[in-house]
């Protein structure tokens, strides 16, 4: 009983570096979304995507970049990273409206990453 | 725009007492409604929502919250609270009457804090 899986959960990086974030569901969910978590700012939404292929940005897409090549997986990159990209970073799923989706999201546990 | 409110960020308060944590939303469309909880370095669950019908829902753990729409409120109550209950509450809502994407808007955020 996987769900949403999130590797690698932590990671530490120095300005400038890049990663990927990698988010794997196993739920047939259409809809996949990246989060920030910070403190006092709950949770914003970065990018999201609501099919294979398709992406489009959030509430704070600027310094990221993502892609979902198959229905089951959704990366989340940091090209160059930034001291102010240190956060907790969420993936959640959802199913298509025509499915039953109500907006209640399916979350991983969580990746965090400290930019240096 | 549409937003979620939950005013206090924080809510001491001892073991087996009541606590209320409150949710204010902003919108002139219906709206599906949920509490997320979110126990440290863990990701976030759903706690309980609400869809349609009874404005009372009973959640996990105890837990329950009133629908209100005149108050446009979604209030989290549990009657007696354990240690075990200090967490993170997230109030979110979708703002119904999109013909495609869903959206859930989350608040900030109420840190429980339960002490012996």
């Known amino acids: 009983n996987a769900g949403v899986t999130q590797t690698p959960k932590f990671r530490v990086l120095k300005t400038g570096q890049s990663m990927t974030l990698l988010c794997a569901q196993d739920?047939?969910?259409?809809?996949m979304y990246w989060y920030r978590q910070d403190p006092g700012m709950g949770l914003r939404l970065i990018h999201y995507?609501?099919?294979?292929?398709?992406?489009a940005k959030g509430e704070v897409p600027d310094g990221y970049n993502v892609s979902r090549l198959k229905k089951q997986n959704f990366l989340l990159g940091l090209e160059s990273a930034a001291p102010s990209q240190t956060s907790v970073y969420f993936c959640?799923?959802?199913?298509?409206?025509?499915?039953?989706?109500?907006?209640?999201?399916?979350f991983g546990e969580g990746s965090r990453l400290t930019v240096l | 725009a549409q937003s979620v409110t939950q005013l206090d960020s924080q809510v001491p308060v001892f073991e087996e007492a009541p606590v209320e944590l409150r949710c204010n939303y902003s919108?002139?469309?219906?709206?599906?409604l949920f509490w997320y909880v979110q126990y440290p370095n863990q990701g976030l669950q759903l706690l309980l929502k609400?869809?349609?019908?009874?404005?009372l829902v009973k959640g996990i753990n105890g837990f329950e919250a009133e629908f209100n729409k005149s108050q446009t409120s979604f209030h989290l109550r549990k009657p007696s609270v354990h240690i075990s209950d200090t967490a993170e509450y997230f109030c979110?809502?979708?703002?119904?009457?999109?013909?495609?994407?869903?959206?859930?808007?989350f608040g900030t955020g109420t840190r429980l804090l339960v002490s012996p």
């Open positions: 959640a799923s959802a199913p298509l409206k025509t499915s039953g989706n109500t907006g209640e999201l399916f």
């Open positions: 739920m047939n969910h259409e809809y």
């Open positions: 995507s609501v099919g294979e292929g398709t992406t």
């Open positions: 919108s002139s469309v219906s709206v599906y």
């Open positions: 609400y869809l349609s019908g009874s404005t």
């Open positions: 979110a809502v979708t703002f119904r009457g999109n013909t495609g994407f869903q959206k859930l808007v």
